[in-house]
């Protein structure tokens, strides 16, 4: 059996101003001027080939000596370690997408293509900031967890006039309004 690897490939220049490229570890946050990382689907990492801000190009590829990624930051995109499933916080993990930032989270991770088949499953979910995760694309979790929380914040509860969508488009506004106005 031949293993699927998922690969974030983004390299540029970091602008002094501005850190472009980064990674985060339990222990520490790494900032480079290039990043490149490979990973499989099951959150392992093969290899780490960075450019230090001293412009020391660094490869990690000993499993052993491995640092446990918690977040990869490259240009305009974060990848965080979570939960495949998020009722289930200690098994299996993966790298998605953060696509909504703030106090409360939006990961989005979608079906890819290989060889012309559909790898992969589609990943909807919200951090709350008890750390628990969420599937938004559930109508209970929805009713029961999402929508109480959200209307408890007096500003947001006054200013957002939606319905409650769970289709990406909406639920990403609806939660980057609640982050803009609920610290």
Same mark, same amino acid.
């Given at each position: 059996?031949?293993?699927?690897?998922?690969?974030?490939?983004?390299?540029?220049?970091?602008?002094?101003?501005?850190?472009?490229?980064?990674?985060?570890?339990?222990?520490?946050?790494?900032?480079?001027?290039?990043?490149?990382?490979?990973?499989?689907?099951?959150?392992?990492?093969?290899?780490?080939?960075?450019?230090?801000?001293?412009?020391?190009?660094?490869?990690?590829?000993?499993?052993? %000596? #491995?640092?446990? =990624?918690?977040?990869?930051?490259?240009? *305009?995109?974060? $990848?965080?370690?979570?939960?495949? &499933?998020? /009722?289930?916080?200690?098994?299996?993990?993966?790298?998605?997408?953060?696509?909504?930032?703030?106090?409360?989270?939006?990961?989005?991770?979608?079906?890819?293509?290989?060889?012309?088949?559909?790898?992969?499953?589609?990943?909807?979910?919200?951090?709350?900031?008890?750390?628990?995760?969420?599937?938004?694309?559930?109508?209970? %979790? #929805?009713?029961? =967890?999402?929508?109480?929380?959200?209307? *408890?914040?007096? $500003?947001?509860?006054?200013?957002? &006039?939606? /319905?409650?969508?769970?289709?990406?488009?909406?639920?990403?506004?609806?939660?980057?309004?609640?982050?803009?106005?609920?610290?």
């Amino acid at each position: 059996m031949i293993p699927i690897i998922t690969m974030g490939y983004l390299i540029g220049n970091a602008q002094s101003d501005k850190m472009k490229y980064y990674f985060v570890t339990k222990k520490d946050t790494v900032f480079c001027k290039k990043l490149r990382y490979d990973v499989t689907p099951a959150a392992h990492i093969n290899e780490i080939d960075y450019t230090d801000m001293q412009g020391k190009q660094i490869v990690l590829k000993d499993k052993k %000596n #491995m640092p446990e =990624v918690l977040t990869f930051h490259t240009d *305009k995109e974060t $990848e965080d370690k979570i939960p495949i &499933k998020p /009722n289930q916080p200690k098994s299996y993990q993966r790298y998605t997408s953060r696509v909504v930032d703030g106090k409360l989270k939006v990961y989005l991770g979608t079906r890819g293509v290989l060889n012309g088949s559909t790898t992969g499953m589609y990943r909807f979910f919200i951090k709350m900031p008890d750390g628990k995760f969420y599937k938004i694309n559930s109508g209970r %979790n #929805m009713k029961k =967890v999402i929508k109480p929380y959200l209307i *408890k914040c007096k $500003e947001f509860n006054d200013k957002y &006039k939606g /319905n409650f969508k769970r289709d990406e488009s909406s639920f990403m506004d609806m939660i980057g309004l609640y982050n803009s106005l609920c610290k």
